[in-house]
């Protein structure tokens, strides 16, 4: 009984974290400019009617002495309908992020009954995955080009939350290595950004430190981020290396850290980003526990086979 009920909080915290992260990533897409993915759609279709692409393309093949057939003039597009299309595509957004909303509050309920409905877990981790690779399109950002792996603990961890719910050993086990190398990846891009001082790490480091009275030197900035950085990238090579219990404990205190400094230093109207990066913290957790339900089983089941004592 103790085991399942443990495995039970397990999921229930998971699911927990995947409502707060889908909300995080939901309300700058309903109250803001919208996701990555909705700015590349809009953006594209402002290029397409701006006849901006044939004009980029034409420059491409001049800089590379590539002939270029002309192509006949395009005819100018109505005004109204231009808006009407972009309307159009940022309610698609709003649309797609209410239903991964609606999606992670809902399943939880709904796997009790019928387990197979955990796989519909995969569309919210589809939605984060398209969204960092727009990112990375979109680019405009120092390091925007790693914002898929930067996001790995986000989409991974509803990856291994579909496969959690299904109860059997094998899914347990790719469950597993779908966190730990998620956590990999996400902790190594964060070390390599704040060892090359990634401008906006330093300044939450003089933010944060501001709030407390400390005024923080260029250089001890400097140094303080370098060292962050191969602490994450020891981190990142040690949870697919190793499984230490302190080790993983550790990256997840760090990860609820590095998560709350960014409403702590920018205010609480910053919670979005603490909610979407809550994955970072339970991801390396979640792995911590699968490993002690682990242990507990091997232990019951030595238990239950060991002979009893004959009765004389």
């Given at each position: 009984?103790?085991?399942?009920?443990?495995?039970?909080?397990?999921?229930?915290?998971?699911?927990?974290?995947?409502?707060?992260?889908?909300?995080?990533?939901?309300?700058?897409?309903?109250?803001?400019?919208?996701?990555?993915?909705?700015?590349?759609?809009?953006?594209?279709?402002?290029?397409?009617?701006?006849?901006?692409?044939?004009?980029?393309?034409?420059?491409?093949?001049?800089?590379?002495?590539?002939?270029?057939?002309?192509?006949?003039?395009?005819?100018?597009?109505?005004?109204?309908?231009?808006?009407?299309?972009?309307s159009r595509l940022r309610q698609l957004d709003r649309g797609v992020a209410v239903l991964c909303l609606l999606l992670v509050m809902g399943l939880p309920l709904a796997c009790r009954k019928w387990v197979n409905l955990s796989w519909l877990y995969l569309l919210p981790a589809v939605w984060l995955f398209m969204d960092a690779q727009a990112t990375t399109i979109n680019g405009g950002k120092a390091f925007a080009e790693l914002a898929v792996p930067a996001h790995a603990t986000r989409w991974g961890m509803f990856v291994a939350l579909a496969l959690l719910i299904l109860r059997n050993p094998q899914s347990d086990r790719i469950a597993n290595w779908v966190l730990r190398i998620t956590c990999a990846l996400t902790f190594a891009v964060h070390g390599l950004e704040a060892f090359q001082l990634n401008p906006p790490f330093q300044d939450l480091l003089y933010i944060t430190a501001g709030h407390i009275g400390i005024g923080l030197s260029e250089w001890v900035c400097h140094v303080l981020l370098r060292t962050i950085g191969v602490m994450d990238l020891v981190l990142a090579v040690s949870v697919v290396a190793v499984h230490n219990r302190r080790l993983l404990f550790w990256m997840g205190c760090w990860g609820l850290i590095t998560a709350a400094s960014r409403p702590l230093a920018m205010g609480l109207d910053a919670w979005p980003e603490f909610a979407m990066r809550l994955p970072n913290s339970a991801a390396p957790l979640l792995v911590l526990f699968l490993g002690l339900q682990a242990i507990f089983s091997l232990s019951s089941s030595t238990t239950n086979t060991q002979p009893k004592p004959a009765i004389l």
């Open positions: 009984m103790t085991r399942v009920s443990g495995r039970d909080n397990t999921l229930v915290i998971a699911s927990i974290v995947a409502v707060l992260t889908v909300l995080g990533a939901t309300w700058p897409v309903l109250f803001n400019e919208g996701s990555a993915t909705g700015k590349l759609l809009v953006r594209t279709h402002e290029v397409d009617v701006a006849g901006d692409a044939g004009f980029e393309a034409a420059m491409a093949a001049d800089l590379y002495g590539e002939t270029l057939e002309v192509a006949a003039s395009k005819p100018e597009s109505d005004p109204t309908s231009t808006a009407v299309h972009l």
